[in-house]
C-alpha cells in the first residue's frame, strides 16, 4: 500500500514546487522510494520542440527522481493559464480517467506519492466544473496546504482549509513560505493561522536567495529542509492512498 499527500496552495506561485521539491529531496535522500505527481501543469517551457514540465523537472532535479514526464505529469500546456482554459485554447482536452490511469501506475511502482495541484483547490481543470479538489478526493488524498507568509496570507490560508474541511478534505498541515524576517505582521501571521485553523504548522520556510524554479536552480533548499522539517514528521503525516 502506498502513503500520499496532496500539496495545495492557497494560491498560485506561492511556492508550492519549491515546497514540494525540499519534501521529496527529504524523503528520497533518507532511502525512500518516493514519487512526485503533478497532474495538469500550464505554462510549460519549450525545448527542442519539445514541451518541458517545469515544476516536474526541477523536483527530478533536486530529488534524483528517474521517471519519465509521461507517467508523473499526464498534461502540459505551453498557455501559462488555468488548466480549463488552457486545455481549451490548445485543443486538447484533459480526461480525468487518464490521470487516475497515470496516478494508479505510480501507485504500484512506488512507495510514496507527493501530488502538486495547480493553483489552488477551486481552479478548474475543464469547462464543465471538473475542480481540482474533485481530483484529490477522487484520487482519496489529504493536503497539506503551503501558504505565503505576508500580508494576506490568513484570508487566504483560512479560507483554504475552511473550504476543504467543508467538503471532507483533511488538511493535515500548512508550510508557510517565503517569510523574509520576524516581523510583526509575519509572526503574528503564523499565531493567528494556527489559532484560527487548528491546523498544526508544520514548517516555515525562508525566502532564499538562488532559488528558482525555471532556472533549475536550488540554492540551498536541500539544506534548509534538513534543518527544518523531520523526514519522520512528513512520513507520519502522509496518509495510504
Ligand atoms: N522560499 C523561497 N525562496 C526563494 N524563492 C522562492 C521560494 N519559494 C518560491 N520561490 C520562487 O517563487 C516562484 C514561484 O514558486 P513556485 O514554487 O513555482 O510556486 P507554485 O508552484 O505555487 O506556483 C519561483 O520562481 C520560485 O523559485
Ligand atoms: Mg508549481
Known amino acids: 500500500m502506498a502513503k500520499g499527500i496532496f500539496i495545495v496552495g492557497t494560491d498560485t506561485d506561492v511556492g508550492k514546487t519549491v515546497i514540494t521539491g525540499g519534501l521529496m529531496y527529504l524523503l528520497r535522500s533518507g532511502g525512500y522510494n518516493a514519487c512526485y505527481f503533478k497532474p495538469v501543469l500550464s505554462g510549460a517551457m519549450v525545448e527542442k520542440e519539445q514541451l518541458v514540465p ?117 488538511v493535515k498541515g500548512i508550510i508557510i513560505n517565503g517569510y523574509t524576517q520576524s516581523s510583526l505582521c509575519a509572526d503574528d501571521n503564523i499565531e493567528t493561522v494556527k489559532k484560527l485553523t487548528k491546523v498544526p504548522i508544520i514548517g516555515v520556510i525562508p525566502r532564499l536567495d538562488g532559488v528558482d524554479v525555471e532556472k533549475l536552480q536550488f540554492g540551498n533548499l536541500k539544506e534548509e529542509f534538513e534543518k527544518r522539517i523531520k523526514t519522520q514528521d512528513l512520513i507520519e503525516l502522509m496518509d495510504e492512498i
Not at 56 to 81: A, D, M, Q
Not at 85 to 94: H, T
Not at 97 to 124: D, H, M, R, T
Open 54 to 170: 517545469g515544476d516536474t523537472r526541477f523536483i527530478k532535479g533536486i530529488s534524483g527522481l528517474e521517471e519519465e514526464y509521461r507517467h508523473i505529469t499526464p498534461y502540459s500546456f505551453k498557455t501559462p493559464v488555468s488548466p480549463h482554459l488552457a486545455s481549451r485554447i490548445e485543443k486538447k482536452p484533459i480526461d480525468i480517467n487518464v490521470i487516475k490511469e497515470k496516478f494508479k501506475y505510480i501507485k504500484n511502482k512506488y512507495k510514496y506519492i507527493i501530488a502538486e495541484g495547480s493553483g489552488g483547490l477551486c481552479v478548474p481543470l475543464n469547462d464543465e466544473g471538473y475542480m481540482l479538489y474533485h481530483l484529490v478526493q477522487e484520487l482519496g488524498m489529504t493536503v497539506i496546504v503551503v501558504a505565503r507568509a505576508g500580508l494576506g496570507t490568513i484570508n487566504h490560508t483560512v479560507l483554504t482549509v475552511r473550504y476543504a474541511q467543508s467538503i471532507g478534505i483533511e
